[in-house]
């Protein structure tokens, strides 16, 4: 289903950024202002991007096993995608914009399939199967 490799590279990516972070804090150290660049914030923001990752993942999971429960966290996080891709697409550093183009239109293309109508026949399908 395409709506679990959506979610799975999602998921990924945020995995992906978390251990990028933890690299970055070992190897460089923690850069940028001195109030939003401390120890506690990089451990918060390692935290909240695997949390986030691992959600995602976890949603990808439930999409697999075509569970209904996957779509509202999965609507939420494309809602959350476009709006931080849109963001980020308007840096000037080219590897930011492109991050950011390709999150808003993956954050777009979750939408589309989450509401089509073939998933929420295939989820009323599983419903009825599962409670038979």
Do not use: C, H, K
Request: proline share 3%.
């Amino acid at each position: 289903m395409a709506l679990t490799v959506v979610s799975m590279i999602e998921g990924a990516a945020l995995l992906g950024y978390a251990a990028f972070d933890i690299v970055e804090g070992i190897r460089v150290g923690i850069t940028g202002p001195e109030d939003v660049s401390n120890p506690a914030a990089l451990v918060v923001l390692i935290g909240i991007t695997a949390a986030f990752g691992a959600g995602m993942v976890w949603v990808g999971i439930g999409w697999w096993r075509t569970r209904r429960w996957a779509r509202a966290p999965f609507i939420l996080a494309q809602a959350l995608a476009i709006l931080v891709g849109y963001e980020l697409s308007q840096s000037e550093g080219a590897v930011e914009r492109t991050v950011g183009i390709a999150g808003a239109v993956l954050g777009v293309l979750g939408l589309i399939l989450a509401f089509a109508p073939g998933v929420s026949r295939r989820l009323d399908a599983a419903d009825a199967d599962q409670s038979a």
